[in-house]
């Protein structure tokens, strides 16, 4: 627990590490479609997710609980940088596919 | 989607009250008003195309822009529809009852005085005016911020024009089926409540972006019974700011909005009070 308490600290505190040092996971989204569903990523930790839109239509990765909205065009890709998290499951989802969901697991 | 085509709706509806008000006006024959109906429609025409204008601006600012200039970009456009929107709705109950006069008087001087160009440039603004801020509002709700615009949304802008003209013909039917003072105050609520959730948005955008504090990063999960994740939930959430898992500022942002609208309603009805007293 005081381990925990710590790392998030150490994280935290200076919070501006560059975008290009973290731990990165990709996420093609494709016309509703997601790959993978499911990211597992480390607790306590700043991370960064990759996103590709690989269909035709605009997607959204959308997370209200992470506070994350990222709008990206056919063809387009970006990336999202995730506060430390809280070991858990946090949902997110293709706001202009809605059938498209997925879940970051934290451990 | 919805929400986009609410906000079409109500916006369209809008600006085709002003049409018509004004349209009716001058093609009323006791007036001998007909040579202004040009200028009107020209007016009509002017005002989309500052409308359409702007609504490329912003999704072309979208594209040059890149990286964290755009997330900034994107939560000051969230935080400007939210604040458009409460701006939107006390203007009408402001100015919505002496709407028809205003114009009306305004028509009459132009007459008058044989000019149209008048007629051309009051339309000419508030079509503008409702366009541009159906054009902002869109953009706050996520529309064109990926620098393109997809098939959907432009399917649900036709649906809520649609929708805005069968309004429009059913509320000129004259209040046998509803009246213009129900829709507004039907309306206005809803807008309110849209306003609150753009406001969340912005908010989250900041607190993202770490330029505000969470105070507290969850205060309640509520998931299991409206989890803001799923297709319903997360329409709820855009509607009217609601969040599974509030942080503590999120809650404190939404108490002092919805104070600050409250006080504000109170103010906004008690002149008309007075006048029913008088």
């Known amino acids: 627990m005081t381990a925990v308490v710590v790392t998030l600290f150490a994280l935290g505190g200076p919070s501006l590490a560059r975008a290009d040092d973290l731990p990165t996971f990709k996420l093609e ?9 499911r990211i597992e990523v480390p607790a306590g930790k700043r991370i960064k ?10 997607v959204e990765f959308e997370s209200l609980q992470l506070r994350k909205e990222k709008v990206l065009a056919p063809g387009a890709q970006s990336f999202v940088v995730i506060a430390p998290l809280q070991p858990g499951e946090y949902k997110f989802f293709d706001d202009f596919h809605q059938q498209a969901q997925g879940v970051i697991v934290a451990r | 989607m919805g929400q986009v085509m609410f906000i079409v709706w109500r916006e369209s509806v809008e600006a085709l009250l002003v049409v018509g008000i004004l349209h009716a ?17 020209a007016g009509v025409a002017l005002g989309i195309a500052a409308a359409v204008g702007l609504g490329a601006a912003l999704v072309g600012f979208t594209e040059v822009l890149s990286g964290d200039a755009q997330d900034y970009f994107q939560t000051a456009m969230v935080l400007v529809a939210c604040a458009l929107i409460v701006q939107m709705v006390f203007w009408m109950k402001r100015n919505g009852r002496t709407l028809k ?40 709700l ?4 990926g620098g393109s615009v997809p098939a959907s949304m432009w399917l649900a802008v036709a649906i ?27 309306t206005e609520i809803m807008l309110l409540f849209l306003a609150a959730g753009l406001l969340e948005s912005g908010l989250d955008r900041l607190i993202s972006l770490e330029l505000v504090p969470t105070l507290v990063d969850q205060l309640w999960d509520t998931s299991a019974i409206l989890d803001d994740a799923s297709p319903f939930g997360s ?43 008088a």
Do not use: C
């Open chain 2, 235 to 277: 329409l709820v959430a855009t509607l009217t700011g609601y969040r599974a898992h509030p942080s503590g500022m999120n809650l404190l942002v939404y108490a002092v909005y919805w104070l600050f609208m409250w006080v504000l309603l109170k103010r906004a009805s008690a002149p008309a009070k007075q006048v029913k007293a």
């Open chain 2, 101 to 140: 006069r205003d114009m009306e008087s305004s028509l009459q001087k132009n007459h008058d005085q044989g000019t149209w160009w008048g007629v051309l440039v009051l339309v000419a603004l508030a079509i503008a005016r409702e366009g541009s801020e159906t054009a902002i509002f869109l953009y706050g």
């Open chain 2, 142 to 145: 996520g529309f064109g911020q």
């Open chain 2, 160 to 186: 809520g024009f649609v929708l805005a003209l069968l309004t429009f013909w059913l509320l000129q039917l004259g209040g046998k089926i509803f009246s213009w003072r129900l829709f507004f105050r039907v």
């Open chain 1, 29 to 37: 989204m494709n016309n509703g479609k997601l790959n993978p569903v």
């Open chain 2, 25 to 41: 006006w001058l093609a009323n024959p006791d007036h001998g008003a007909k040579r202004g109906l040009p200028y009107l429609w």
């Open chain 1, 49 to 58: 997710i990759e996103v590709h839109n690989t269909g035709t239509n605009a």
